[in-house]
């Protein structure tokens, strides 16, 4: 398995600020769709979004230790998922399920990044890939959170 380079690591690093970029926003955007009864996802969105800050913070830190510049901005899809949400919601209203599906979705591609991030093609330094499996864990528990809600509203 060879190192990547600093300039590789680096851009790694960057996508997956993106990606939690673009979760907080997602996020964000949830919440403001949830119904009043939904007072529970609101305090769960609220902890993603702030669990997705924090990983944020450490994952810029390690592109400015390389001597990066982390990215402050979402990915396209990331756009596209949140103007598809915000179509959805005209058809469908602001059920608790439809909000789920698409925050399930959202956590899918999370979990899809880090696997991309973590495969072998990506060799990165190992003390980096310590705390993006950390952070995939987290992220993970989060995901499974959103799924068994999802499910028990069938």
């Not at 009864?37 to 390389?66: N, P, T, W």
């Not at 998922?81 to 469908?92: C, G, L, P």
């Not at 495969?119 to 330094?125: E, L, M």
């Not at 499996?133 to 992220?139: P, T």
Request: overall charge negative; charged content about 30%; glycine content about 6%.
């Amino acid at each position: 398995m060879q190192q990547a380079t600093t300039t590789e690591t680096i851009e790694i690093l960057n996508d997956l600020v993106v990606i939690n970029n673009d979760r907080i926003v997602g996020y964000e955007r949830a919440v403001q769709e949830l119904a009043l009864a939904d007072a529970d996802l609101k305090a769960l969105f609220l902890d993603m979004i702030d669990e997705s800050r924090k990983i944020r913070v450490d994952l810029a830190g390690e592109v400015q230790s390389m001597g990066g510049q982390f990215e402050a901005g979402t990915t396209t899809s990331g756009k596209l998922y949140r103007a598809w949400m915000d179509v959805k919601a005209v058809f469908t209203g602001h059920d608790r399920k439809s909000v789920l599906e698409n925050c399930e979705r959202g956590e899918d591609a999370a979990q899809d990044a880090y696997k991309e991030a973590l495969s072998s093609d990506n060799a990165v330094p190992g003390y980096i890939r310590t705390m993006l499996e950390a952070q995939r864990s987290i992220l993970k528990a989060s995901h499974d959170k959103i799924r068994a809600l999802r499910d028990s509203t069938r």
